[in-house]
């Protein structure tokens, strides 16, 4: 008799390779059955009884059913529990091949030439995950990126050695950048690189209660509220915007800002 936290347990590795709830039960009951008929396992399950044949029709799918027929009878059994080890095994070789490949389609892709359209793009991205997405896409910057932050922990979300890494990688991209933060231990790290970094760094004292950045590259601008319980990410893919940004509010601070060595 398999017991409660068992069977919760089972319910969960199940939906791992794609099963519902319902999925589960039938799963179970036909391997505890043996071979058996959908009209059966519609009789112990108590559940209609197509909507038990559409559960056994996805599970065959799935590899963990399959049908036996006996004169014009249809039976279904379950597959072994060995059946879970061959799907990873699959699955892993598949991935193997996929990771072959990836590098290789990426470049391809990036190839394409995009249609520029006039037509505005707006993405909201939060916490983490969406920080690190919006820097990812950063690195399709075509010149330059530039950056505007006026909280003196802006990386303490994603950490000093993400960024050090994001620094790196858009050095090796070809791509330069122009950054001014507010006064701070890691605008002092970062500037030690700048060469490195390709980084142009400047220092400017500011407000910092809005705890908020903005980045810019291509046609695109990056807003981030970096307030702890209100973390997201604003991205505006628009040309007009993107050169106000530019020309408007980054050039100004630009000009007043002071190169870290002047400090």
């Known amino acids: 008799m398999i017991s409660n936290p068992d069977q919760l347990r089972i319910n969960a590795f199940l939906k791992r390779f794609g099963c519902n709830r319902s999925e589960c039960l039938t799963y179970i009951e036909a391997l505890k059955t043996g071979t058996t008929t959908v009209q059966e396992l519609s009789r112990i399950l108590k559940r209609n009884r197509i909507s038990v044949y559409y559960n056994v029709q996805q599970l065959i799918e799935k ?150 950045e903005f980045y810019l590259w291509n046609n695109t601008l990056a807003i981030k509220s970096l307030k702890e319980d209100k973390r997201s990410c604003t991205i505006i893919e628009n040309i007009g915007i993107a050169q106000f940004f530019r020309d408007n509010i980054f050039g100004p601070f630009w000009e007043n800002a002071k190169p870290i060595e002047k400090i």
């Open 63 to 212: 590899g963990l059913l399959f049908e036996v027929r006996k004169g014009k009878r249809a039976f279904i059994s379950a597959a072994n529990s060995d059946i879970f080890q061959n799907i990873i095994e699959k699955r892993y070789t598949e991935l193997k091949s996929l990771q072959t490949d990836v590098e290789y389609i990426t470049k391809l892709l990036n190839t394409i030439p995009i249609i520029k359209s006039d037509t505005t793009v707006v993405k909201l991205y939060e916490e983490t995950v969406g920080f690190k997405k919006m820097l990812e896409e950063s690195l399709q910057a075509e010149n330059e990126i530039v950056v505007f932050s006026n909280s003196p922990v802006f990386w303490i979300m994603l950490g000093e050695e993400y960024y050090e890494q994001y620094f790196a990688k858009k050095a090796a991209l070809g791509i330069s950048s122009r950054v001014i933060l507010p006064p701070c231990a890691f605008a002092n790290k970062l500037n030690e690189k700048k060469e490195q970094y390709k980084i142009d760094l400047r220092i400017l004292q500011q407000n910092q209660e809005s705890e908020s």
